[in-house]
């Protein structure tokens, strides 16, 4: 197994990787909208929010040497299921027309109170 780190994503705010690469895999740690250059959240909306976590997995990705389109599964943490929509347009978006599956779930907190988190398994390149 081989952890990931780079300074183009927040570090991790806890005893955990960024990502590690394990079995073919590259499985990147939840991420919320943590600007990597302050620390602080960025947006105050769940859209807003869901842009930053995007362009975050994307760093850690870069990180690992793969990218968007080798995510096999993202899994969704919402603050609220109303914000289903906003942040779909955006991961939608992110993703292109590449489709990895998914499971989406309201979470009662996230980290630093954060209204969305994302975590993915990407193909090791």
């Given at each position: 197994?081989?952890?990931?780190?780079?300074?183009?994503?927040?570090?991790?705010?806890?005893?955990?990787?960024?990502?590690?690469?394990?079995?073919?895999?590259?499985?990147?740690?939840?991420?919320?909208?943590?600007?990597?250059?302050t620390g602080q959240?960025?947006?105050?909306?769940?859209?807003?929010?869901?842009?930053?976590?995007?362009?975050?997995?994307?760093?850690?990705?870069?990180?690992?040497?793969?990218?968007?389109?080798?995510?096999?599964?993202?899994?969704?943490?919402?603050?609220?299921?109303?914000?289903?929509?906003?942040?779909?347009?955006?991961?939608?978006?992110?993703?292109?027309?590449?489709?990895?599956?998914?499971?989406?779930?309201?979470?009662?907190?996230?980290?630093?109170?954060?209204?969305?988190?994302?975590?993915?398994?990407?193909?090791?390149?």
């Open positions: 197994m081989k952890p990931i780190a780079t300074n183009h994503a927040p570090a991790a705010i806890g005893p955990y990787s960024q990502a590690m690469i394990a079995g073919g895999f590259v499985f990147c740690s939840g991420q919320i909208a943590l600007d990597p250059a959240m960025v947006g105050e909306t769940a859209a807003d929010q869901a842009t930053q976590v995007m362009k975050n997995l994307a760093a850690v990705l870069k990180g690992s040497g793969c990218g968007l389109n080798d995510v096999a599964k993202t899994t969704i943490f919402l603050k609220s299921m109303n914000d289903f929509a906003a942040v779909n347009e955006v991961y939608a978006k992110a993703f292109g027309n590449h489709r990895p599956a998914r499971a989406t779930v309201e979470a009662a907190r996230l980290p630093k109170d954060a209204l969305v988190e994302i975590d993915c398994v990407a193909l090791a390149r």
